[in-house]
């Protein structure tokens, strides 16, 4: 037909034999590109712009270099009731914006009193302490614990010394050397394992006490009662089911140690 004539013709117009390929260099033009990325994982996204805010630390938190070492009391009761009892502490830890009621206020007027630090932190790292601190930790001193061997050459003529045997409950230990002082003792032992110690929560039951009694730590409580036996002491265990009463005991003459068992 003269029409196909002609169109073959101009499709071949100016180009005499086969035409020549690219030699695959169109290749990689032609490969596909893979599947769309997330929108967040898109730099120029608002996702990935959220994304980028989301994985920033807070800024309070990233500002924060607070940090706390050894023992803490913390909320609004326990903390007025450490300061009272004159435990020895070393700072009080309030946090910024705290609501000030009475036991705020008392708090912060004894520890100016002292002469004590006030440090003002943030509320999270208040909570770091205590959940239930409340806003407000009292950081208290380690307990400088008295030597057996202090206890014996400072004691009274006759001597009185008590022994703590299993005492696990910090209060209990705190009343007993409130009990202690008031009757005159000269030194009270714990050991050093499966027993209370002198925490905070002992200083406040001893009301005070604990800042005058001498307490001295043990590794092994059998040794230190065979150390006293060979000072002259006369040993006495105390029997919630005994019918004897110690002021009927005829050794009142002699240096005495009693010993005191577990809540149990």
Request: net charge positive.
């Amino acid at each position: 037909m003269a029409g196909n004539s002609s169109r073959k013709g101009a499709v071949r117009k100016g180009k005499k034999g086969p035409s020549k390929g690219t030699g695959g260099n169109n290749k990689k033009r032609l490969a596909g590109k893979g599947p769309t990325p997330k929108a967040e994982d898109r730099p120029y996204h608002a996702a990935a712009k959220r994304k980028k805010v989301a994985a920033k630390p807070a800024r309070s938190e990233k500002r924060s270099n607070f940090s706390f070492h050894g023992e803490m009391v913390a909320g609004r009761n326990a903390v007025l009731e450490a300061l009272r009892a004159d435990v020895p502490s070393t700072e009080l830890i309030v946090a910024r914006s705290i609501d000030i009621d009475d036991r705020i206020e008392e708090s912060l007027k004894i520890a100016l009193k002292k002469n004590l630090p006030i440090r003002e932190v943030h509320r999270a790292d208040v909570e770091k302490i205590s959940m239930n601190s409340q806003g407000i930790a009292l950081a208290i001193k380690p307990y400088q614990y008295s030597s057996l061997e202090e206890i014996l050459l400072r004691a009274a003529k006759p001597g009185l010394i008590v022994a703590l045997d299993g005492v696990t409950d910090p209060r209990n230990l705190g009343a007993i050397v409130r009990s202690a002082a008031a009757f005159g003792v000269d030194g009270v032992i714990i050991p050093e394992r499966r027993a209370a110690a002198m925490t905070a929560a002992a200083w406040k039951t001893s009301a005070g006490a604990a800042a005058r009694m001498q307490v001295a730590q043990v590794t092994n409580l059998n040794r230190a009662i065979e150390d006293v036996q060979e000072k002259g002491y006369f040993v006495v265990g105390l029997d919630g089911e005994s019918e004897e009463l110690i002021s009927t005991m005829k050794v009142a003459t002699e240096p005495i140690m009693i010993v005191v068992g577990s809540e149990g």
